[in-house]
């Protein structure tokens, strides 16, 4: 069975799918996934960073000093206790204790371990210089996605969510799984940087603790409300490098993937100009009215891009999560209680803010669950309501 970050996760899916020889059989059709995990992976991911490449060094490093500790210790001990046992006559004796043993026992540890913490400290000082940054990214956790900002360098003022893709999700719940080397792995969006440069990535979070973690960068920061923490890579290589959320963050920790894009410094170049093209074209104007059909249609796309990961595709909800069919809240004709929750959550975070999105995004998503289902209100919510609950 292939090897994943999460254990856990890995563990519930088997038991859903009642284990056993089917699972066996569908685990071999699997193959290595570069630059994320492999079929029975026992090391670490194959580094493509230099910090990454001393994080493995000083692995091994560690791994040495520690055997040959170990061999010794056990092996003095093992001896003493076959050639001096007392079935074979031995008999105890006192023995000086010279000041030459005194030493040696506090000394030699010493250096050991001063030669263990200098090449770690190095590394550990060099991990947290994220001083001259070409590229600086806010990246924040929220449940159950991540949320991307570039704030300085090319691409500056570039925005998106980052989110697993729903074909994913689908098989997860339903167990019917097709062997894919990128399984919860693969998102909509995936973060883009160019190859060779230094990035700055300044982790932060919007309801609980989550971890910003991609195994090939040897980069693995907390995201912690309230706090703003910070991490860097320069990537050597172009590919698709992967990690996960790692930091149980609720039900849903699971399903929470990165996914980085590394790219030619032309190709960046390119993404950058599309993207703020993409998003000229989708700034909608807060002030336009928009009619139900047309903003429900929109609301739809919204809503499967962010909500169906908990309130489901039906609206039904489940276990503490409520149900948006047939919902009070929902169909309520004072528009303000359903936008103050899209805007601000609720209980304690169990329902996160959305302040993220658009005002027509919200706006939309709103109407789409007021007219969805069993829920033929005929309200709209428009845009322009949604802007003016901002302030």
Known sequence: MRTRWHSLRDAAT?????????????????????????????????????IAEEQHWLHWFMMAICAVIFVIVFGVMFYSILKHRKSVGHKSQELAEPIWVELGWTIVPLLIVIGMALPATKVLVAQKDTTNADLTIKATGMQWKWGYDYIKGEGEGIGFLSTLDNSHRVMSDSGKLTPTDDYLLKVDNPMVVPVGKKVRII????????????????????????????????????????????????????????????????????WVDGQKKAMAAKADDPSKVWALAELVKRGESVYAANCVACHQATGKGAGPIKALDGSALVTDADKGKLINVLLNGQNNGAMPAWKQLSDTELAAVMTYAKNSWSNKTEQIIQPAEVQAARK
Request: proline letters at 7%; hydrophobic letters at 45%; charged letters at 15%.
């Open 203 to 270: 982790t932060t979070a919007n309801d609980v603790i989550h971890a910003w973690m991609v195994p090939a960068f040897g980069v693995k920061q907390d995201a912690i409300p309230g706090f703003v923490r910070d991490t860097w890579f320069r990537a050597e290589k172009t590919g698709d490098f992967y990690g996960q959320c790692a930091e149980l963050c609720g039900k849903e920790h699971a399903y929470m993937p990165i996914h980085v894009k590394v790219v030619t410094a032309e190709e960046y170049t390119a």
């Open 14 to 50: 088997l038991l859903a799918l009642g284990a056993g020889a089917w699972t066996s059989a569908l685990a071999q059709k699997v193959n290595d996934l570069p630059g994320g995990p492999a079929v029975n992976q026992l090391n670490f991911a194959p580094p493509v960073t230099k």
